[in-house]
C-alpha cells in the first residue's frame, strides 16, 4: 500500500523547519516523502538513502540525518526510520479508506 495523497500544512512546515540548513529539509522531505510511498519505515540504508536524497556525498547525508534524530525528526525504529507524525497520518488514512471500503460494501 502507498499514500498517494497527504494534506500538506505550509504553516507547520515553516514552524517545523525552521533553522534547519537546505540539505538537513532537503533530506527531511525526502525521507517524510519516501514514508508516505512505503506506508511505513523505511530500510536504513545509507548508501541507498544518500543517493535518493540527493545528498552531496554519504558524510553529508549522515550529518543531516545525525541532526534529524538528534531534533526528533526523524525516529529510528526496529524496522529502520520515521516519523511519529506520519505514522499518525498513515492510519488516519487507511482507516477511513476501510470505512469507505465498507460502507460501499454494506450498499
Request: proline share 2%; charged share 30%.
Amino acid at each position: 500500500m502507498s499514500i498517494l495523497h497527504i494534506a500538506f500544512y505550509p504553516s507547520d512546515w515553516l514552524a517545523g523547519t525552521r533553522g534547519m540548513s537546505d540539505a538537513e529539509t532537503g533530506v527531511y522531505i525526502t525521507l517524510i516523502a519516501k514514508m508516505y510511498e512505503m506506508a511505513g519505515p523505511i530500510e536504513r540504508d545509507d548508501e541507498r538513502l544518500y543517493r535518493l536524497c540527493g545528498s552531496k556525498s554519504k558524510s553529508s547525508f549522515l550529518k543531516s540525518l545525525k541532526f534529524l534524530l538528534s531534533e526528533g525528526k526523524i525516529i529510528q525504529v526496529e524496522d529502520g526510520l520515521f516519523n511519529e507524525r506520519v505514522e499518525k497520518e498513515i492510519k488516519n488514512t487507511t482507516e477511513k479508506s476501510e470505512k469507505a471500503k465498507a460502507a460501499a460494501e454494506s450498499r
